[in-house]
């Protein structure tokens, strides 16, 4: 019967390694299909030799597990935040972007002004042209047009970074959500000795989700669960039921954060300065102060163009209530918050291109201000200049009249809240003004693409990096694959030949 014994024990023993082989079919299989994910770690069928008093007994089947180099893994993630980051900056921004437009091609700010200043030269010859003041009165309807517009993108901007947020949240704690799901299968598989590699995989695309939101970080817990961290240290919720609010909200030139724009909330407290990395911090930084910037020097721009015009005698801006709003109170801003979203050239000059020749309102002269002036009247000079002079050497100049320069342009303390400036000093004239405010905004943005293009590379490297050190390699599980066939067919090979010798034994013992 030793015999039998024998045959029993290689039938054990090759059925346990076709077990094994089976087992581990089914990791390699997952691993190849998973090769191009991004972050998954490459799994490991474990095994362990079983013997029988020094005798070998076959194979047993052990926990699957998943190699992950951590530290590697850490930095990839701090660098999805920044690439994701940049990427919500260079799109929410496009669109203002295209408004700016280029200098020198016709549609910008500096463009524009230039158009309404030559056209305030060509009259200076033929004053009394109709169709030449009408033609100022056109190029300055273009211009306030053109800052209309631009203004008008940037609200659109503000709003698409505040909805953004808002779906970007309930992104966050579906990942946050299925993240402290898998926690718990992770914490109770472990406690039981059960493989939790396909969990902890999960886990770690789920991480590559909320690190692209948040730039966060997983530290991981003695009992195999991980907290969720912002880089300002604020541990995300992940138990059931908790979760981040905020809520919708319209975007206008004066909304603020904290004021009229609805906060991030967590349990009861507002956390939304803590959140700074990833799309979402993006998104508030956008919201909060790129384009309430953005804003502010246009708003000044545009107040300081309609304010040195009217203080030659000619209201050519003004704003819906046919006045030029000014502040006399802080903020520097707060009498005309959002005027580049309003300013109009003046109804009374549509109605009457004259005034563009002749003026709209005397100047009583001061120490700091304009000379004294008054309106050609109806019966006065066909070819009365003096507005029209006044206008090219002093409201397009950097002197209010001669020896005395323009009140400087507010760069600081900007914005409804007062808190925002502008990266670049006070520029003397308008022309300046213009041409100042669409560099620093397009160098701002240029500049985030830069940034995209060096930050996408180091994504990149550490993507390699991981996947070099804990990824799947093709190479390495087709050889596996070829041994896994070889180890299959001998063990096919011992329970055929099990198989015939157990049927010769019967036979012979039949007729025994």
Same mark, same amino acid.
């Given at each position: ?43 490991? &069928? ?23 180099n ?33 200098? $020198? ?21 033929t ?51 299925q ?29 590559? +989700? ?26 995300l ?23 009229t ?10 956390v ?40 030659q005698?000619?209201?050519?801006f +003004? ?98 809240? $007062? ?63 070829v &041994? ?13 030949t ?15």
């Open positions: 019967m030793s015999g039998v014994g024998g045959l029993e024990t290689s039938l054990v023993i090759a059925n346990s390694g076709i077990d094994n082989i089976a087992a581990n079919f089914a990791v390699m299989s997952q691993n190849v299909a998973n090769a191009g994910t991004t972050g998954y770690a490459a799994e490991t &069928q474990n095994q362990q030799s079983l013997t029988s008093g020094g005798v070998g007994m076959g194979v047993a089947n052990g926990a699957v597990t998943v190699y992950v951590q530290q590697l893994q850490a930095n990839i993630w701090t660098q999805n935040g920044d690439v994701s980051a940049l990427q919500e900056t260079q799109t929410v921004l496009q669109p203002v972007n295209s408004a700016l437009g280029t200098p $020198g091609q016709g549609g910008n700010l500096s463009s524009l002004l230039g158009n309404l200043q030559n056209a305030f030269s060509t009259l200076l010859g004053p009394d042209s109709a169709t030449l003041q009408q033609s100022v009165v056109s190029d300055a309807q273009s211009f306030a047009s053109g800052i209309n517009a631009l203004s008008n993108a940037y609200t659109s901007a503000g709003q698409t970074a505040q909805n953004n947020i808002v779906a970007s949240v309930g992104q966050l704690n579906t990942s946050l959500t993240i402290g799901t898998l926690n718990t299968e992770i914490v109770s598989g472990l406690a039981q000795g059960h493989s939790v590699a396909d969990l902890q995989n999960q886990r770690n695309a789920a991480m590559q +989700t909320v690190s692209q939101l948040v730039g966060a970080q997983a530290i991981p817990q003695a009992n195999g669960s991980i907290l969720v961290a912002t880089k300002n240290g604020l541990v919720p992940t138990g059931p039921g908790a979760a981040l609010t905020t809520s919708n909200a319209t975007i206008e030139p004066g909304s603020t954060y904290p004021g724009i609805p906060g991030i909330m967590m349990g009861g407290v507002d939304t300065n803590q959140i700074t990395s990833g799309s979402i911090g993006a998104d508030i930084q956008l919201r909060d102060t790129t384009i309430p910037t953005y804003q502010a020097e246009l708003d000044e721009f545009a107040q300081n163009t309609a304010s040195r015009f009217q203080a005698g000619l209201t050519l +003004t704003n819906g209530s046919g006045t030029v709003p000014t502040s006399t109170a802080a903020p520097v801003q707060s009498g005309y918050i959002g005027f580049a979203a309003q300013i109009q050239v003046n109804p009374a000059v549509v109605a009457n291109p004259s005034l563009v020749t002749n003026g709209t309102n005397p100047i009583t002269p001061t120490a700091t201000g304009a000379s004294a002036f008054t309106p050609n009247p109806a019966t006065g000079p066909s070819g009365f200049t003096t507005l029209i002079s006044r206008v090219l050497n002093y409201t397009f100049g950097a002197e209010v009249r001669s020896g005395v320069a323009q009140q400087p342009s507010n760069v600081t303390a900007l914005g409804a809240s $007062g808190i925002l400036s502008a990266p670049f000093s006070a520029p003397a004239t308008i022309t300046d003004f213009a041409a100042t405010l669409i560099s620093a905004q397009s160098s701002d943005i240029a500049t985030t693409s830069t940034n995209l293009t060096d930050a996408q590379a180091m994504q990149s490297s550490l993507q390699s990096s991981f996947k070099s050190a804990s990824g799947v390699n093709i190479d390495t599980e087709m050889a596996n694959m &041994q896994l066939q070889n180890a299959y067919e001998a063990n096919a090979r011992i329970m055929a099990v198989q015939s010798m157990w049927s010769t034994l019967n036979s012979d013992l039949m007729y025994a």
